[in-house]
């Protein structure tokens, strides 16, 4: 079965500061990959996604992710955080073919000091 | 375009009280999904639909009828809600085929069962 891992619950970074978030996935097959950020009372936006190619995608809002195969990864990063991306991040795997829906992580909370 | 949208935005239930929500989608998408999210739990796939006339399960079915009568709508039932259904409800959609496995989510409905 097909599952997904982000190891931080919250991470809190100052706002200029670079940002890193961990997602690890599992998948029998070529993952599907994506992560969405959900602000709060929102419903979910995607930020990038990752189907084939090259390993190191740019998304919306200045965020980039990088698909490494051998680790099972697919970390988020950001290279300068602004308040406006406090929100709930949210990595999830999928399949081919659309059908079955994604399984998503658990969540990491991102708060931003000022 | 409107996208994805989701009815009622809030509803509060009583134990054994029946309800439909209600996801329409104007993308003329093939594949809808019915997630629920919790608190620490991510979003967790319902039930799922490849066409019109075509449900399955998914990862948390109990307690939930779905049905898809139209092509661009995807209603989910809670026959006699209980409080463990208290959750923030999303529907999704996508296109079948590579190019389309990008999942688009509604702005969510909020149930509260007492």
């Known amino acids: 079965a097909q599952s997904v891992t982000q190891p931080d619950i919250h991470i809190t970074v100052s706002e200029g500061a670079s940002l890193e978030l961990r997602c690890n996935y599992s998948?029998?097959?070529?993952?599907?990959l994506f992560w969405y950020v959900q602000s709060p009372g929102q419903g979910l936006q995607l930020l990038l996604k990752y189907f084939s190619g090259d390993t190191l995608v740019q998304g919306i809002k200045g965020f980039e992710a990088e698909f490494k195969r051998s680790q099972s990864s697919f970390n988020l990063r950001k290279p300068s955080v602004h308040w406006s991306d406090a929100a709930e991040y949210f990595c999830?795997?999928?399949?081919?073919?659309?059908?079955?829906?994604?399984?998503f992580g658990k969540g990491t909370h991102l708060i931003i000091q000022p | 375009n409107a996208g994805v949208t989701q009815t009622p935005k809030f509803r509060v239930l009583k134990t054994g009280q029946s309800m439909t929500l209600l996801c329409a989608q104007d993308m003329n998408h093939e594949y809808m999904y019915w997630y629920r999210q919790d608190p620490g739990m991510g979003l967790r796939l319902i039930h799922y639909s490849v066409g019109e006339g075509t449900t399955a399960k998914g990862e948390v079915p109990d307690g939930y009828n779905v049905s898809r009568l139209k092509k661009q709508n995807f209603l989910l039932g809670l026959e006699s809600a209980a409080p463990s259904q208290t959750s923030v409800y999303f529907c999704a959609s996508n296109g079948p085929g590579l190019a389309q496995e990008t999942q688009y989510f509604g702005p969510g409905t909020r149930l509260l069962v007492l």
């Open positions: 998948y029998g097959a070529t993952p599907y």
């Open positions: 999830a795997v999928g399949g081919g073919g659309g059908a079955d829906g994604l399984t």
